[in-house]
């Protein structure tokens, strides 16, 4: 298997993100962003999909965090379809449901090359601490299009916001780690097309 990981720059006059993902990790962290909330759920998702990630950003968040979680969202999913490279032998199809507390999330991933976001989701709060929750939609459209897959999210109940966006980031983790899984049993892409 060939070493599955990517680094990505990004910079313009909103945003300057670096970002490394490595698939094959072991759940190292090491997250810097103007964003708390978006750091915390990075940290999450690194640690419950057993993935490395890297991400140093500076943005305009004085104005919002609008653009710099749309981007570190870009960055990812840009890191994800490069590290996959050319997929062979990969599961390609996750699904997790992940409770937390009163809350129940579920994600559901296709790594197909065709990007599409099914978001349900309705969070009680228009706010985590500083943090707009309709930014989570932003970040995982942004993702699903750059990563080039199709992607699932539902809240199918909960009350606290917090616990409703954190299980979705930690569902998208175990989901995404087993759609990337490495199948002995596949051969070539899983695909009646012959590709991905």
Known sequence: MSNRTYS???????????????????????????????????????????????????????????????????????????ALGDKMGIKRYGNAFVPMDETLAQVAIDLSNRPHLEFRAEFPSQKVGTFDTELVHEFFWKLALEARMNLHVIVHYGTNTHHMIEAVFKAFAKALDEATLIDPRVKGVPSTKGML
């Open 8 to 82: 990505i720059e990004r910079n313009t006059k909103e945003t300057q993100i670096a970002l490394s993902f490595n698939i094959d990790g072991d759940g190292q962290a090491s997250i810097d962003t103007p964003v708390p909330f978006l750091n915390h759920m990075l940290d999450g998702f690194a640690r419950h999909g057993l993935f490395n990630l890297t991400v140093n950003a500076t943005g305009d968040t004085e104005i919002d965090d609008h653009h710099t979680t749309e981007d570190v969202g870009i960055c990812l999913g840009t890191a994800i379809k490069e």
